[in-house]
């Protein structure tokens, strides 16, 4: 499956372009396996960029590597006052293979470093055994962090200043849909860095309202300060100033705009204490129009399982609920029950704890009190299926829903699939 390289989804900027060039490391493109997994084939020693997501692979033979990008909102909690997220955080791993084949790791980083009197310190968060540990770079440069690898676990880049800096950021535009005769959109502020974006982009997609990604070129430079929304015409545009932070995406806040005429509409982002203008864009009425077709349905031989379901092909499997925004009205599905999910949890393996935080959405906190409450391995893995249940809304954990969490994970057993599966098939032929 293609995969649009970083310069081709619009988050480089132009000075930082010259920079990802530069490096002289081989630029390889990796596979898509899974919805959020990636994986590349390096043929021998050297050093290799991935051409999606930025990062560096030093190695020191043959190896096949198997990367995601995960969430600040899982680890952030564990970096004290003094240090920010510098980049995305991944967990990396060495296919079948020892970890210290992959000697280092460089991580693209969304600071600006233009500033020669600026202190920083740059560093790793790494997550051994669910446990933070903050570990040194060897190296850093205007676009990546080098770091030395101990063990493969979830690790991102961080730094540590006396003073805000400055990032290379993005500003993203969402339509509001179902809208008759009126236009209102959210404008969200985060780092250039695919942590921030896809949390952003989840945040949007578990919203009660639907709404469609304006594409605008979305690079721009932000700092820790407060910034303003303005509009031609003039819009009601609110909060009237919004501060740019490194929080996690459900602290960000964002814009919200609102047009009683129909576009063009011009918006630009302006810093409030110099008054500069540092990002704007046209939106017209081809840009509010929501292109997506969906396909028909099709009764597939439930028997088989893809290895490498992308995206595209499991937001085809999700299945309508009564509360469907679209107006399509069919019966409520029911939520997985607590027996079943003792069935999932009997046939979950070793796994368990990668599925609990890379597909389920807990945090390492919430694992560690589980295992703490829990001896009985078995009721730790139901534990987190049911921590998944509770903290979704009703109707949307249902077994489908778990089964399409779940296959997020590329190398889930085939018996929970199965089960699972069966499940689904049990309730479709009563």
């Known amino acids: 499956m293609a995969v649009d390289s970083l310069e081709e989804q619009g988050l480089i900027l132009g000075p930082c372009l010259f920079l990802y060039q530069s490096q002289g490391n081989?630029?390889?493109?990796?596979?898509?396996?899974?919805?959020?997994?990636?994986?590349?084939?390096?043929?021998?020693?050297?050093?290799?960029?991935?051409?999606?997501?930025?990062?560096?692979?030093?190695?020191?033979?043959?190896?096949?590597?198997?990367?995601?990008?995960?969430?600040?909102?899982?680890?952030?909690?564990?970096l004290g006052d003094s240090w920010r997220f510098a980049g995305p955080i991944f967990n990396v791993d060495c296919v079948n293979s020892p970890s210290s084949i992959l000697t280092s790791i460089q991580f693209p980083h969304s600071l600006c470093l233009t500033d020669p009197d600026s202190e920083m310190t740059f560093s790793v968060l790494h997550m051994k055994d669910s446990c933070p540990v903050i570990e040194p770079s060897v190296d850093h440069s205007g676009s990546h962090v080098k770091w030395h690898v101990s063990s493969l676990s979830p690790v991102g880049p961080i730094v540590q200043s006396s003073k805000p800096v400055e990032h290379h950021g993005v500003v993203l535009v969402y339509k509001e849909l179902?809208?008759?005769?009126?236009?209102?959109?959210?404008?969200?502020?985060?780092?250039?860095?695919?942590?921030?974006?896809?949390?952003?982009?989840?945040?949007?997609?578990?919203?009660?309202?639907?709404?469609?990604?304006?594409?605008?070129?979305?690079?721009?430079?932000?700092?820790?300060?407060?910034?303003?929304?303005?509009?031609?015409?003039?819009?009601?545009?609110?909060?009237?100033?919004?501060?740019?932070?490194?929080?996690?995406?459900?602290?960000?806040?964002?814009?919200?705009?609102?047009?009683e005429q129909p576009p063009p509409f011009k918006l630009s982002l302006i810093e409030t204490e110099s008054d500069q203008t540092v990002w704007s864009a046209t939106i017209r009425e081809g840009d509010c129009v929501d292109n997506a077709v969906e396909k028909p349905r099709k009764r597939t031989d439930s028997r088989k399982r893809s290895t490498s379901t992308s995206e595209e092909e499991m937001t085809n499997k999700r299945p309508r609920c009564a509360d469907e925004s679209d107006g399509v009205r069919t019966v409520q599905v029911p939520d997985v029950s607590s027996k079943q999910l003792m069935q999932v949890a009997k046939r979950l393996g070793k796994e368990w704890k990668q599925v609990a935080i890379g597909c389920l959405d807990l945090s390492s906190k919430e694992l560690d009190d589980i295992q703490a409450s829990e001896e009985d391995v078995i009721m730790q893995r139901f534990k987190a299926l049911e921590r998944w249940k509770t903290s979704r809304p009703k109707g949307q954990a249902t077994?489908?829903?778990?089964?399409?969490?779940?296959?997020?994970?590329?190398?889930?057993?085939?018996?929970?699939?199965?089960?699972?599966?069966?499940?689904?098939?049990?309730?479709?032929t009563k």
């Open 399 to 428: 077994v489908a829903h778990l089964l399409r969490s779940l296959q997020e994970l590329d190398d889930l057993p085939n018996e929970v699939h199965q089960t699972l599966q069966d499940m689904m098939d049990n309730k479709a």
């Open 26 to 78: 081989e630029l390889v493109t990796p596979r898509k396996i899974s919805k959020r997994r990636l994986q590349v084939q390096l043929e021998g020693e050297g050093a290799y960029e991935c051409s999606v997501t930025g990062l560096v692979f030093e190695v020191s033979e043959r190896v096949l590597i198997r990367y995601s990008v995960l969430s600040w909102s899982k680890f952030g909690m564990f």
């Open 178 to 259: 179902a809208l008759n005769n009126s236009y209102s959109f959210r404008i969200y502020l985060a780092t250039n860095n695919s942590s921030d974006i896809k949390d952003i982009g989840k945040e949007v997609r578990c919203s009660k309202r639907r709404y469609l990604k304006v594409e605008k070129p979305p690079t721009c430079k932000l700092d820790e300060r407060k910034y303003r929304l303005m509009s031609e015409p003039e819009g009601d545009i609110s909060p009237a100033d919004l501060q740019f932070t490194l929080a996690v995406t459900k602290l960000k806040g964002y814009f919200e705009a609102f047009f």
